[in-house]
């Protein structure tokens, strides 16, 4: 994704004309995003994951305090 990116870019700062800019920058912008994105997604399932561990460890200690009575 990021030599892509390096290429539209390039290619935005060569481009002959306003509208082929406008629209590389476009694209460099979405792309961007994506990129944001998919960072973001990665933090949430790690907190996610984290999550369940802490669910599955506190019913485990739940269960047991059970049948310990």
Known sequence: M???????????L???????FIALTRQIIKIEELRVN???????ESR???????VREIDKAIISQIFNE
């Open 38 to 44: 998919q960072e973001r997604m990665s933090m949430l």
């Open 2 to 12: 990021n030599l892509v990116l390096e290429q539209l870019k390039i290619r935005a």
């Open 48 to 54: 996610m994951e984290k999550i369940e561990q802490l």
């Open 14 to 20: 060569n481009s002959k004309n306003q509208k082929e």
